[in-house]
């Protein structure tokens, strides 16, 4: 089952289960024998979004951008500093004793860690019946050990276990148990925080997919924090991309990953290990630390670490812009009122690896340049506005142009054409790929080995539809036999 044959929902005519709006949580820094404040940490600065009935929305960043802390906040298991909290309508944040254990019952939470969250001195019935009991779901003994057994079923585990104790499970098991635990109240709302970081990558999987079930059973919306992005695009409806405690980017899943707009989240796409090595893609590499929360830069929150920044960066901070129906940007770029005069700084956006292979710029990007700098420069390999991009190869923006070709194919592509450079290749002012690529902040990963020799006798047969792997062997089994012809 994947995440996005069920679920992408049109959110038109649907009420939003949760609303947050302007949410903020600082932790106060206190110092000296008289435990003065001094200061506070912006964990969590203005987040705004919606979750929908039966959604999923990821939420990604870097470590200590404020994840975590949103997740409890928005659960009021720590309290809000700022902002609204608003599930089917009313506000969390307001909410008195009575009315929040109310509510508790449809707020839940996965922990991280299986080993840390549970009670090493208690049985699973008492793990998963303590909430039970608490809230008066079942009466007497026999009934609360027979919900949590349900219960156990459920997440695919032996009734019989309920009088075992913690360190009797796998880690999975013990998160099955932590899920068991979020469902016991049959809420509507999970939030599950790195809840499959600490398993192994088959039982991820197990996990993920029961998350996945439980959600369509019990019409369940999630908010999975998560730093890996291969797991968050595999379970989520929607992504909110957050640095230093603000959201810089939200998008459908795949609207996201196809077409990121904002710098930082292209960065974090571009560190996602490509499965072929052979493929060309400009990895950015960051440069410096994330800045302290304690003190978080002026104007944009990412203008130290970004590659695209311009003037009004560091002295004005960006507002969130749709830039197309649920995609939401918090980038000037994006701006009508701030977008760059100069064209030059659309090219310091890096060049992703796209499904379609747009080398220039992702699919899209350029329609929405288009609108906001009409007449903007959209060759961004040309060297009109000086900043040249010098790590490409003629090759490689072949191969990278053609939309559907194979890996391989990129490979043929990349070997006739740097053979014997064409003269539309010299008019395209493509450059050597020997020059300084870091020099807009864009590290270049190697391509692999190019000199395949364009004598290889089975180019025809080559466009075939073998596997990248069999073109390869087919390759190199070529190019010894060239060789032990010359
Ligand atoms: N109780 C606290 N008191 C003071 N500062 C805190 C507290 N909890 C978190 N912080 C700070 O708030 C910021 C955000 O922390 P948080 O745990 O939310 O990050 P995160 O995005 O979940 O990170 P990770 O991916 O590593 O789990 C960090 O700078 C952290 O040091
Ligand atoms: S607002 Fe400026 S600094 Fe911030 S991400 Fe956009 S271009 Fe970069
Ligand atoms: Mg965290």
Redesign the pocket.
Known sequence: MTATATKPRSKSNVEPLLEIRGLKKY?PVKKGILNRVVGS?K?VDGLSFDVYPNETVGLV?E???????AGRSILRLLEPSEGQILFRGSDIVEADTKEMRRLRRNLQIIFQDPYSSLNPRMTVEDIIGEAIKFHGIASGNDEIRRQVQDLLERVGLQPSYVTRYPHEFSGGQRQRIGIARALALNPDFIVCD?AVSALDVSVQAQVINLLLDLQDEFNLSYLFIA?DLSVVRHISDRIAVMYLGQIMELAECETLFSNALHPYTQSLLSAIPQPNPRRKIDRVILKGDVPS?MNPPTGCRFHTRCPACYEPCDTVQPRSVEVAPGHEVACHLYDQEYAPTDPSIWNRLPRLPRPNGDAKLPPGVAEVIEEITPGASLDRDGDSDGVQREDQDAGDAQAHASSDVSDFEDEEIFTQESSQPSEEHEEDDITDDSNDAEEDGVEKVDDGDKSTSSETPESGEQESDADDESEDDKLVASEEESDAKS
């Not at 470590?63 to 802390?69: I, L, R, V």
């Open positions: 932790f940490v964990a960043g470590s200590g951008c404020g994840k975590t802390t790195e730093h929360p």
